[in-house]
């Protein structure tokens, strides 16, 4: 009999944990969400087989009633507020360190510029573009368009 009702109460609540992880951090209908649903359904039968109609009434009562107060909780409270992305990055391309190049000055592309990539002008690394032209790695380029943090550069030919 203890057996029994131990049996019951683990399968209903893995089963509700489950159903709440589905509903909060995993999006869609997954399998998490399935089998948190079956274990609840088989704890339920389980309670109806082993311990009684009037016992199995009290344990689908109550689940179901764990089960909204779960849910509502995990919705209406801030439970899940330390998981939730809060910051946004507000920063752009070459904006943390302020570059200090002139239309003309030659470096070199480090990757490929197809057309947007990264090219070495003064020791320092630059996000770059063409003019829409593909660049590959080690190319000579120089800087023909400087326009607020955006430089554009051509093969040097």
């Known amino acids: ?22 509903l909060i ?16 359904a088989v704890g339920i039968w389980i309670s109806y087989a082993a311990l009684g109609t009037e016992t199995g009434h009290l344990v689908l009562a109550g689940s ?8 509502f909780y995990s919705f ?12 946004s990055n507000k ?6 360190t302020p570059h200090l190049l002139e239309v003309g000055e030659e470096g070199i592309t ?7 990539g ?7 690394r630059h996000e770059v573009q ?6 590959p790695p080690n190319t000579p380029v120089r800087i023909i368009k400087i326009v607020a943090n955006k430089i554009t550069v051509e093969a040097i030919t």
């Open 1 to 22: 009999m203890l057996l029994d009702w131990l049996t019951v109460v683990l399968l209903i609540g893995i089963g509700l944990v489950l159903i709440v992880v589905e």
């Open 25 to 40: 951090f995993v999006p869609g209908v997954t399998i998490v969400g399935i089998l948190g649903f079956i274990l609840v």
């Open 64 to 71: 179901v009633l764990a089960g909204g107060i779960a849910l």
């Open 76 to 87: 209406r409270s801030e439970a899940w507020s330390r998981f939730a992305l809060k910051d």
């Open 91 to 96: 920063s752009r391309v070459n904006e943390e």
């Open 110 to 116: 480090v990757s490929a510029l197809r057309p947007q």
């Open 118 to 124: 990264t090219a070495i002008f003064k020791e320092r």
């Open 130 to 135: 063409t003019t829409g032209t593909f660049l």
